[in-house]
């Protein structure tokens, strides 16, 4: 966030708060301006202006704090790991069947397909086919691919879920930070 955008959120924490903020001398608000600009220079502006705007939409009475802000960062943070894990898990309930194996024959027919192939020799042109799909895996977000890694990764995933909800949670919540440090 730029030293403008730092003074056009406190210009709205001081519209929020206007009879608080009237009673601040100049040199209380420059060194706030100051605070706020080092607290939150890293942090984009939609998401320190989303943070004042929850703040203030809670009815606390009093002008927030850097502390204040920090905590509906946290906050929102921990709102979209939760959706991220709803997606999760509403990808690994698709993610149902076992893969079969079919072979396609040269008119893009399927030439057979068995459940169990034990001891079946499988020409170079046979696939995996699955309910689930490479393109509805690559639609996913990116934390959820790094996450499961591949569709069979999905499959384990949806064992661990369905045998430990909330450690699967944590789980994946505590892997959220190593995942998106990788991506940059």
């Given at each position: 966030?730029?030293?403008?955008?730092?003074?056009?959120?406190?210009?709205?924490?001081?519209?929020?708060?206007?009879?608080?903020?009237?009673?601040?001398?100049?040199?209380?608000r420059?060194?706030?301006?100051?605070?706020?600009?080092?607290?939150?220079?890293?942090?984009?502006?939609?998401?320190?202006?989303?943070?004042?705007?929850?703040?203030?939409?809670?009815?606390?009475?009093?002008?927030?704090?850097?502390?204040?802000?920090?905590?509906?960062?946290?906050?929102?943070?921990?709102v979209?790991?939760?959706?991220?894990f709803?997606?999760?898990?509403?990808?690994?309930?698709?993610v149902?069947?076992?893969?079969?194996?079919v072979?396609?024959?040269?008119?893009g027919?399927?030439?057979?397909?068995?459940?169990?192939?034990?001891?079946?020799?499988?020409?170079?042109?046979?696939?995996?086919?699955?309910?689930?799909?490479?393109?509805?895996?690559?639609?996913?977000?990116?934390?959820?691919?790094?996450?499961?890694?591949?569709?069979?990764?999905?499959?384990?995933?949806?064992?661990?879920?369905?045998?430990?909800?909330?450690?699967?949670?944590?789980?994946?919540?505590?892997?959220?930070?190593?995942?998106?440090?990788?991506?940059?």
């Amino acid at each position: 966030m730029t030293k403008r955008e730092t003074q056009e959120v406190l210009n709205r924490v001081f519209r929020l708060y206007m009879t608080q903020a009237r009673k601040l001398p100049p040199s209380d608000r420059d060194a706030m301006a100051q605070t706020w600009f080092e607290e939150f220079h890293d942090t984009d502006y939609p998401t320190v202006l989303k943070a004042v705007n929850m703040y203030a939409n809670q009815g606390k009475p009093f002008m927030p704090n850097v502390p204040d802000i920090i905590s509906e960062i946290i906050r929102m943070g921990e709102v979209a790991d939760n959706d991220l894990f709803a997606q999760l898990v509403k990808a690994v309930q698709l993610v149902h069947e076992p893969e079969k194996r079919v072979v396609i024959d040269d008119l893009g027919g399927i030439r057979y397909s068995e459940e169990h192939q034990r001891m079946v020799y499988f020409p170079p042109e046979c696939h995996w086919a699955t309910n689930y799909t490479q393109a509805d895996f690559a639609a996913l977000p990116y934390e959820i691919q790094m996450y499961a890694e591949d569709i069979e990764g999905l499959r384990a995933l949806k064992r661990e879920i369905d045998s430990d909800y909330n450690r699967a949670r944590r789980r994946f919540t505590d892997a959220l930070p190593y995942i998106r440090a990788g991506r940059q």
